[in-house]
């Protein structure tokens, strides 16, 4: 008896240590999410006095618009997901596509949390609540129905499948109004949650993306069939009243009085359309309030119409007279964050839209954005040694002065043959490829007047880059993995090349080994101990498209274009093994370092980990 008791506590005890020791390495290799910033792909936004509520693809944000001229951050809760939003109370409601629905409790405005959340079978695109409800335009599983009364515990009280796809949904009365994608305006009786009826049906000619509704009418933004407007006066038999045709495709509609206000995508501008007599539309006034004009969405308080620009953020415009809107205030967000670079306690950002972007990570979990310049176009590549960023667009390579983040300068722009893409920098040298042209080597010991001193040719598209004591090591389209010599810069060699079977998109080097983001195939471990005899010694399939690694340790931290980055543990080269990852709500592309921090360029974001 004895006996048996002992050798219960033992194995008691053997699963404890076990349970103890897996407890604490699953924490040591767990990502997780520490904070975000430069936040873009705006979608939906909602006014309550002085405070916009505004949901990301990240998840929510809260402005101060009380200064209609420079809206003010409150706070942020990350979310990984967010498209359309309503706020009741001291509640906001996200629709959060895959991820469902969202109940963020408002009531300290610097310290939202979340309460709930109910997973959706379709896509939430948008939301809409009342009462102990909120309704949910769902993708394509049409209209749900989530019992709310109990925030943190939000149930399904009814569904109906509408033909299409429900983009976003307006309530009136006991109906809901959906525009529901390729098959126009659906009306559903909502009288009843557990029995829903479709009351009425018009089929639009377009993709019916948002709807509005003023009186006995609905306004249908219907993407590329412009506005149509719809009379519901007999719910069973809606009818088409009159069409217009917006700027570009109509993504974004909003009714107050007399008229119409469409956000149009594909640069079409913010538009008002005079609708007193909605049988016959009148262009008012077009508005074209940024460079690129991307309005998903639109919403009126007051004497203002809030435009929401996925790409560069809300724009607030006076629609005091409707003839002549003027843009008085915006709330800038950077777009497609496309690669970052760190020095010190800075990191630098670029994008296509974004610029150049210099955030303070003195304290990684409360990011600041302490500069910025300019929009940019063709962003390719970044490196920041000193007080300086070196950036590669399609056609040059360009140095910035970022000693005061808040003056940032052009140093210099020097043009380089092809299309500069990636660049890094080691000692006196920038190291940059090009498609179509190769390696090019560019001294900068003066940076206001680099130089290039050494090139090497070599076809294709060169993805990525990578210098290790003298070898460079190059990703490319063609010639897959490649080993350049530049232990002389003016004239690097060849020293060894392998065609990997997938896409060759990025590098990095520990030792006697390449470790290559292969796009399909994921990651390729090969030998490069003598550069003249490469070999495959490991490989680990990460199930998306590889284009980007980092090393640290005894992991490599892999990005995936499709979902998020992955972590595999490569103490074993010959048998890397998965070992956790994060799954980003944009396009991740490459990861960098800060102290024990990831930073993830996001496409739409910065995402730091640990």
């Known amino acids: 008896m004895v006996h048996k008791v002992k050798k219960t506590l033992y194995i008691i005890f053997v699963i404890a240590l076990t349970c103890l020791s897996y407890s604490s390495y ?24 002085n405070n916009a509520y505004c949901s990301f693809l990240n998840g929510l944000v809260v402005l101060d618009i009380a200064n209609n001229r420079k809206p003010v951050l409150v706070s942020k809760l990350y979310l990984g997901g967010g498209f359309g939003i309503d706020v009741k109370d001291s509640i906001a409601y996200v ?12 009531s300290d405005l610097e310290n939202l949390v979340l309460k709930g959340t109910f997973n959706t079978l379709g896509e939430s695109r948008d939301v809409a609540v009342r009462g102990d409800y909120a309704y949910i335009a769902d993708g394509p599983k049409g209209l749900q129905i989530i019992d709310v009364s109990n925030p943190s515990k939000p149930a399904l009280a009814g569904s109906f499948d509408t033909p299409g796809s429900a983009e976003s949904i307006i309530l009136g009365d006991d109906y809901a109004y959906l525009a529901d994608g390729s098959s126009g305006l659906q009306i559903v009786n909502i009288s009843n949650p557990s029995s829903l009826v479709r009351e009425g049906v018009y089929d639009t000619p377009g993709k019916a993306e948002k709807v509005a509704v003023s009186g006995k009418y609905a306004y249908v933004a219907d993407g590329s069939s412009g506005l149509k407007i719809i009379d519901i006066n007999n719910l069973s038999e809606p009818s088409l009243v009159a069409s217009f045709s917006t700027s570009s495709y109509a993504h974004g509609i909003t009714v107050k009085g007399d008229y119409a206000y469409v956000g149009n995508l594909y640069d079409g501008g913010f538009q008002v359309i005079n609708v007193s007599d909605p049988k016959t539309p009148v262009l008012a006034a077009t508005r074209m309030y940024t460079m690129y004009n991307e309005a998903w969405d639109v919403t009126v308080s007051g004497d203002y119409a809030y435009v929401v620009d996925y790409f560069a953020g809300i724009f607030i415009v006076s629609i005091a007279n409707p003839s002549q809107p003027v843009v008085t205030g915006s709330y800038y967000t950077p777009g497609s964050i496309i690669a970052a670079a760190v ?3 800075h990191i630098c950002a670029v994008g296509d839209l974004s610029g150049l972007q210099v955030v303070d990570l003195s304290n990684p979990i409360f990011p600041r954005i302490v500069g910025s310049i300019g929009r940019m176009r063709g962003v390719h590549g970044l490196a920041a040694r000193g007080n300086f960023a070196y950036l590669t667009d399609r056609w040059s390579f360009k140095v910035y002065d970022f000693s005061d983040p808040s003056r940032i300068k052009l140093v210099k722009q020097i043009r380089v043959p092809g299309v500069p893409r990636a660049v890094v920098v080691r000692g006196r040298y920038a190291y940059l490829t090009s498609d179509h042209s190769g390696l090019h080597v560019i001294d900068i010991n003066q940076p206001e007047s680099p130089a290039i001193i050494g090139s090497f040719d070599m076809p294709g598209f060169a993805y990525g880059l990578a210098v290790h004591e003298k070898y460079a090591y190059i990703a ?9 010599d530049i232990h002389d810069p003016t004239s690097p060699q060849l020293a060894g090349s392998y065609k990997t079977a997938g896409l060759a ?4 080097v520990k030792g006697n080994y390449a470790y290559i983001a292969d796009g399909p195939l994921g990651l390729q471990i090969l030998d490069i101990s003598d550069p003249s005899i490469l070999r495959i010694v490991g490989s680990c399939n990460i199930g998306g498209f590889a284009n980007g690694i980092t090393l640290k340790g005894n992991y490599a931290y892999v990005s995936d274009e499709s979902s998020g980055l992955k972590k595999i543990d490569i103490s074993n080269g010959s048998a890397p093994e998965f070992v956790s990852s994060f799954n980003s709500p944009g396009e991740a592309v490459g990861a960098v370092f800060y102290a024990e921090y990831i930073i993830l360029p996001d496409s739409f974001s910065l995402i730091i980990l640990k």
């Open 95 to 106: 629709a959060a596509g895959k991820k469902g629905l969202y109940v963020v409790d408002i």
């Open 476 to 484: 490319n389209s063609d010639a897959g993995f490649l080993i350049v």
């Open 26 to 49: 699953s924490k040591e290799v767990k990502l997780e999410y520490v904070s975000s910033v430069l936040w873009t792909k705006a979608y939906d936004i909602k006014i309550l006095g």
């Open 505 to 508: 998109y990025g590098v990095a």
């Open 343 to 345: 020095e010190g306690n």
